[in-house]
Nanobody
Framework: QVQLVESGGGLVQPGGSLRLSCAAS??????MGWYRQAPGEEREMVAT???????NYADSVKGRFTISRDIAERTLYLQMNSLKPEDTAVYYC?????????WGQGTQVTVSS
């Protein structure tokens, strides 16, 4: 059973920063990513990292968000800077293992003054 536990969400003012963490129950040298879903919207890709460590970002977050990982700690991170109200969403961690996608429970990020 693959388990992913996200943390680090919260309420932040526009222009602020947050760092999300995703602790995995398995090794993370796999394709992983961060996705988000706002109310009434479909889930969308925010940032992904290949098993080899190559990052990819949605155009809306390029230059503001950074995806990284600590292989020894089995943890994926998302550093979010210059946050905007439109970044408000539930953020989900995803990992691909044995041909399946596994998801965490999500962490709420709210950007508001």
């Amino acid at each position: 059973q693959v388990q992913l536990v996200e943390s680090g969400g919260g309420l932040v003012q526009p222009g602020g920063s947050l760092r999300l963490s995703c602790a995995a129950s398995i090794g993370i040298m796999r394709d992983m990513g961060w996705y988000r879903q706002a109310p009434g919207e479909e889930r969308e890709m925010v940032a992904t990292m290949t098993a080899g460590g190559n990052p990819n970002y949605a155009d809306s977050v390029k230059g503001r968000f950074t995806i990284s990982r600590d292989i020894a700690e089995r943890t994926l991170y998302l550093q979010m800077n210059s946050l905007k109200p439109e970044d408000t969403a539930v953020y989900y961690c995803q990992i691909r293992s044995l041909g399946q996608n596994f998801w965490g429970q999500g962490t709420q990020v709210t950007v508001s003054s």
